[in-house]
């Protein structure tokens, strides 16, 4: 089901999209709940359309929510191509004008959506979180700043090191400003050398992932995490792009780590 409610933190009037499994339904059920980051150009549809993860939520027992990937609405500034702007909120809280009255996706998914699905669904507070891509980033950079919020941590084809490709580079000079000290606050390669729970990482790429060498650069967080010894299960996955497929491929072994984790 997709559901819409108004945001206080975002200013505007947000999707996101629930899954409840059939053991949602018992009496006095609380549930684990799932959270779910999609990529750059996505909204709430594209997960829970293609993915494939219903049957494996259902086996185990797991709300999955998936909200939007950014505000938006009338008065929501937006800019020229996919990657900045509506479609694009990299979830960081901005602080540059004009972005930062509504692009605080942090907030909104570390804390308002929870509280909203928390207090409106049979959800429990042990939660997860994954995403693809700008949302592998989200996944990664979130549990690391948030020690104990999550039981566990996954990504697919995540930005590992935002703070040095384009996407990263040109969202987060615009989101965040010119200070590069302060980019390093949503970048999982600087994340891990100061966090203080060794929350493991689970990270699946496609090796032949257009975007691998240019904009994903998992190498980096594989070598942050030995050098600051963080756990981390990295698997390159031959002959897989960076597309749904890839992820509907491997998301029952996802929602597995994730089971394991939430019912500890």
Not at 40 to 58: D, H, P, S
Not at 88 to 102: E, I, K, L, S
Not at 178 to 203: G, I, Q
Not at 208 to 226: I, K, T
């Amino acid at each position: 089901d997709v559901y819409r409610h108004r945001s206080q933190v975002l200013g505007c009037d947000m999707n996101f999209a629930v899954y409840l499994p059939p053991q949602a339904a018992q009496p006095g059920a609380r549930l684990p709940v799932l959270y779910w980051l999609s990529g750059l150009t996505c909204t709430e549809q594209n997960f829970i359309t293609k993915a494939g993860a219903q049957r494996y939520a259902a086996e185990h027992g797991i709300i999955l929510v998936a909200p939007d990937t950014s505000p938006r609405g009338d008065d929501v500034p937006d800019a020229e191509g996919y990657d900045l702007g509506k479609g694009a909120g990299f979830y960081v809280n901005a602080t540059q004008d004009p972005w930062a009255r509504h692009y605080r996706m942090d907030d909104y998914v570390v804390r308002e959506l929870p509280a909203w699905v928390e207090a409106h669904f049979p959800a429990s507070d042990a939660r997860a979180i994954s995403g693809h891509s700008m949302g592998g980033h989200g996944a990664l950079a979130l549990a690391l700043r948030n020690p104990g919020r999550y039981r566990s941590v996954s990504a697919f084809a995540p930005i590992v090191a935002p703070s040095r490709v384009p996407w990263g580079e040109k969202a987060f000079g615009a989101y965040l400003g010119p200070d590069r000290e302060a980019w390093k606050r949503y970048d999982a390669t600087e994340l891990v050398a100061t966090a203080t729970e060794r929350l493991p990482l689970l990270v699946d790429q496609g090796g032949d992932d257009e975007f691998l060498d240019g904009q994903l650069r998992p190498h980096l967080l594989q070598a942050a995490c030995e050098a600051a010894g963080h756990p981390l299960e990295l698997r390159i996955h031959p002959g897989y792009d960076h597309s749904y497929y890839f992820i509907a491929s491997f998301i029952g072994r996802h929602i597995a780590h994730h089971a394991a984790a939430l019912s500890a």
